[in-house]
Each structure stands twice: as structure tokens, then as C-alpha cells.
């Protein structure tokens, strides 16, 4: 086996989870070093995890990657150099075949072009340890300092068309198109926007304050929805939770293109935080 600056290594699994031992995390390679005084080579570069363990962050499926990064504000370096892993070659199993992209799942798997079948313990073994694998998601967390243990926000995304190798890369513009169907009409010369979770529309009318028109809105609570429609006779509001919106009336296409009544320039989320508040959120 022989490895370049560039490739891509899978690693040793300390704790299998699993039947399988090589469901380990994986290098990209920035550096290749040797320790003159023992002889031992060393490589760094940036670690990439499987999504199974992203906890809950990404979907978990077969052979996709996921990229994470902890920023500490107040070092000076950038946030890749802040994340450079070391390991020896003794903690590497093989070279494997990565493909970074900026498309959507399951675009560039093995999945269009293979197939499996995922009750079949010996394919899904070849699959883990030979198929090609795919980085499309990022995870950044930002640290105030380096003692901090609790990040102060957390990102999420997938890699931009920078990012991407060239060869698996689309535009962004082009991306957005496939993702929305093409230009969003604007409502009497203004853009629009969805409000999730909306209680009583402080954000919905801010967002009117500020040239928006606020589309459609929904929240569970049939008192906070009673008070938001008072406010906002334009919008359309449902008074159900977010499952019942996406699944029965957001009303997606065959093709995974939203319809047109539903589509939108800017999206508000803010779900009830009471389970994830790092402040106490009870009574009393």
C-alpha cells in the first residue's frame, strides 16, 4: 500500500460497534512526516466520520461521510488547521476511495450504479470495506476558547462547490435550481418566506417589517395560531405539528420538487428548545 498527500486512509476501529471491524473513522491526507530519531512515519490531515456516528445529526446510511470540525474562537490559526489530525501507519487498515460533492444524497454512491442488498451479511461486509464512499456533509461547532465545553452554536451543511472535488462538484447556482424547481415568484414585488413553529408571528412580522411576505405559517398551538392569522390575514396557517405539515400538506412532487404554493425565499425554524436549553426552561 502506498499513500500520497491527497488520499485518502481508513482507520483502525479501536471500539467496534458492530459485527464488522472496519467501521472506523477515515484521513484525508495533508501531510506525510517521518520521525528521524525512531523511524516511525507519521500522517495528518483532517478526520472524516461515518454518519451512523453522527448522532442523530445525519442520515445514517451505508458508506456516507460526514466532515467535523470544532472551531476555538480564540486561536489564530484556521479552522482546518485547528482540526489536523496526527496518526502513525501502524493506525491505518487501507487506501480508500473518497469522493467529496456538493450534491444530495444519493448522488455519486455506489447505489445507482450497484446496488445491494442490505440482508445479505457478506455484501453488506464487501460494501463497508471496498465500495466507494461519499463526503457531501459538514459539522462545525464553535468553541469560545479552548476550556469551553459546551460549543456556543453548531452549523451544519453540505460542502460548497469549492469544496468539492472538481470532477463531483455542480454549481451552486445550478444546485439551487435542481433543489427548488427553478425561480421562486415573488408576491406583490416581495419575497417570501415559511414560518415553522410560528407561535404568535413575532418573527413573521418583523419579516413583513422588513419587505417580506410571509406565505404560509404553522404552529400546534391553536390559541398562538388564532393570534398570529389577527396579524397576518395573507398567510395561509395550519394549526398542526411539523410531522403532520411535511408529510400530509407541504405536498412534494414525485420528483422531490416542492409545489409552487409551498415554495419559498427564506425559511424560519425555531422549534421549542426546552429538551436541548443549556438554561433551565421549567417552572418555578
Known sequence: MRLRVGDFAELKH???TSQFDRTGDFLCIYYILKDTTIGEVQLRGLRLKRTHDSEGLFPPEVNELFLKIDVREDNTRSLYEQNLATIT????????????INQSFPA???????????????VEKAVLETYELVCRWLSVRYFTNKNSKKPRYQLLGRFRQ????????????MLAIQHTGGPIRKIDGKYTMGDCFAGFGGVSTGATQAGFHPKWAFDMEPNAIKVYYLNNQRTRVYTEEVFEFLTKRLGITPNGIILDKYRVHALHISPV???????KTGLG
Open 273 to 279: 428548545c426546552k429538551t436541548i436549553a443549556w438554561y
Open 108 to 122: 455519486y454512491s455506489f447505489r445507482p450504479a450497484r446496488g445491494w442488498d442490505s440482508s445479505n451479511a457478506r
Open 89 to 100: 501507519v501502524r493506525d491505518v487498515v487501507t487506501k480508500r476511495e473518497v469522493r467529496v
Open 162 to 173: 469549492a469544496e468539492a472535488m472538481l470532477r463531483y462538484s455542480v454549481s451552486d447556482p
Open 14 to 16: 479501536t471500539h467496534p
